[in-house]
């Protein structure tokens, strides 16, 4: 009885000390990427600065121009002051530094307002766009790309793989605009099935399912849009993924022991195939907010993208610098993310 609670003992100690061990291994871990994301991020802030302050020959006559009314000397003088653009350039990029961590992205002399007034409404209809499409993504794509992968060859496997490849090469926002002409204006026979653009029918007055089904209705071309391009990717990865894992020998012991093909598949094989997409479906959620600039612009979605589009018109230097700040910042985070949940996936990255 004394042995068997010196080893009971013995066992605990050894399972606290392997948790702590874990532990001190997860927060070194957590603070390496954190690190990373830093210097990636200042790197960022440094190449916004260059090309948005920096680059630009005469910032104040781009801005003047952007205000659309003339400017005596005086008013220039004023502005060139205001800009900081007599200070030396450490000081301008310590203060430029400052501002974009505390989210201060400066004034549009274009919309006569802050940049972060003007960001904050379109974050939303944004996330609502990407987010919506990121989702069918997956799901559709991950499922066709599983199925395709893991009998290559069959007639599912060569439609998947052939339709994938030719949307993942199909510019964006040109298929946006043959959807936009054949279902947004119809085509011959073809009725206009849905909205040409906008996020809501003007003048519409409804109760609150009333106006979801509305926004929905409007949602329907951008998202098919941004999901035929995105799911495409996920579809061609996963198959490359599950393929590799169909000669391994865990999957050959798992049939053995009699599993049914779907259980074989579903609890052997996908888990181990999904590691390699996890990275890649993060970063695509990140930049898809980049991304949707041209969807935005095609449809008229007023989001992030269509606001870039049009401070790019202007050129509006103070809206773009801030909005390059944000997209930038959003793939970094989404890396980060990504890191963070493949270590927590993949036992081979906790060993490390």
Same mark, same amino acid.
């Given at each position: 009885?004394?042995?068997?609670?010196?080893?009971?003992?013995?066992?605990?100690?050894?399972?606290?000390?392997?948790?702590?061990?874990?532990?001190? #291994?997860?927060?070194?871990?957590?603070?390496?990427?954190?690190?990373?994301?830093?210097?990636?991020?200042? $790197? $960022?802030?440094?190449?916004?600065?260059? *090309?948005?302050?920096?680059?630009?020959?005469?910032?104040?006559?781009?801005?003047?121009?952007?205000?659309?009314?003339?400017?005596? #000397?005086?008013?220039?003088?004023?502005?060139?002051?205001?800009?900081?653009?007599?200070? %030396?350039?450490?000081?301008?990029?310590?203060?430029?530094?400052?501002?974009?961590? @505390?989210?201060? +992205?400066?004034?549009? =002399?274009?919309?006569?307002?802050?940049?972060? &007034?003007?960001?904050?409404?379109?974050?939303?209809?944004? *996330?609502?766009?990407?987010?919506?499409?990121?989702?069918? &993504?997956? $799901?559709?794509? *991950?499922?066709?790309?599983?199925?395709?992968?893991?009998?290559?060859?069959?007639?599912?496997?060569?439609?998947?793989?052939?339709?994938?490849?030719? !949307?993942?090469?199909?510019?964006?926002?040109?298929?946006?605009?043959? !959807?936009?002409?054949?279902?947004?204006?119809?085509?011959?026979?073809?009725?206009?099935?849905?909205?040409?653009?906008?996020?809501?029918?003007?003048?519409?007055?409804?109760?609150?399912?009333?106006?979801?089904?509305?926004?929905?209705?409007?949602?329907?071309? %951008?998202?098919?849009?941004?999901?035929? /391009? /995105?799911?495409?990717?996920? $579809? @061609?990865?996963?198959?490359?993924?599950?393929?590799?894992?169909?000669?391994?020998? =865990?999957?050959?012991?798992?049939?053995?022991?009699? +599993?049914?093909?779907?259980?074989?598949?579903?609890?052997?094989?996908?888990?181990? #195939?999904?590691?390699?997409? /996890?990275?890649?479906?993060?970063?695509?959620?990140?930049?898809?907010?980049?991304?949707?600039?041209?969807?935005?612009?095609?449809?008229?979605?007023?989001?992030?993208?269509?606001?870039? =589009?049009?401070?790019?018109?202007?050129?509006?230097?103070? !809206?773009?610098?801030?909005?390059?700040?944000?997209?930038?910042? &959003?793939?970094?985070?989404?890396? +980060?993310?990504?890191?963070?949940? =493949?270590?927590?996936?993949?036992?081979? /990255?906790?060993?490390?």
């Amino acid at each position: 009885m004394a042995v068997f609670s010196t080893e009971l003992v013995d066992a605990e100690q050894d399972s606290a000390a392997t948790d702590r061990v874990e532990r001190t #291994a997860f927060w070194s871990y957590l603070a390496r990427k954190i690190i990373t994301a830093l210097i990636s991020l200042f $790197v $960022v802030l440094v190449i916004g600065f260059v *090309l948005f302050t920096i680059m630009p020959q005469n910032p104040v006559a781009s801005i003047a121009r952007a205000t659309g009314k003339p400017m005596d #000397a005086a008013q220039l003088a004023a502005l060139r002051k205001s800009l900081g653009l007599d200070e %030396p350039i450490w000081e301008r990029f310590a203060i430029y530094v400052w501002h974009s961590i @505390t989210l201060n +992205l400066g004034y549009s =002399y274009g919309y006569n307002q802050s940049v972060a &007034s003007l960001v904050l409404p379109r974050v939303g209809p944004t *996330l609502l766009l990407t987010g919506s499409s990121t989702l069918i &993504s997956i $799901v559709v794509g *991950l499922w066709l790309g599983a199925r395709a992968g893991w009998r290559p060859g069959r007639w599912l496997d060569r439609i998947a793989s052939g339709v994938s490849l030719t !949307l993942w090469s199909v510019p964006t926002f040109w298929l946006g605009l043959i !959807l936009l002409i054949v279902l947004g204006t119809g085509v011959g026979p073809i009725p206009t099935l849905f909205p040409s653009g906008g996020m809501t029918t003007p003048g519409f007055t409804g109760g609150p399912v009333a106006q979801v089904l509305d926004v929905g209705w409007h949602l329907a071309l %951008p998202c098919l849009t941004l999901v035929l /391009v /995105v799911f495409a990717q996920y $579809v @061609t990865i996963m198959r490359s993924s599950l393929i590799d894992e169909l000669g391994s020998p =865990y999957l050959l012991t798992a049939r053995a022991k009699g +599993l049914r093909d779907d259980d074989v598949l579903r609890k052997h094989a996908l888990p181990n #195939a999904l590691l390699p997409t /996890v990275t890649v479906i993060f970063l695509q959620i990140g930049g898809l907010i980049s991304g949707a600039i041209t969807v935005e612009t095609v449809f008229s979605w007023p989001g992030l993208g269509l606001l870039t =589009y049009d401070a790019l018109k202007i050129p509006d230097l103070e !809206l773009l610098q801030g909005t390059f700040v944000i997209f930038s910042a &959003s793939i970094i985070a989404m890396n +980060l993310v990504a890191d963070l949940l =493949y270590r927590v996936i993949d036992p081979r /990255v906790r060993a490390q």
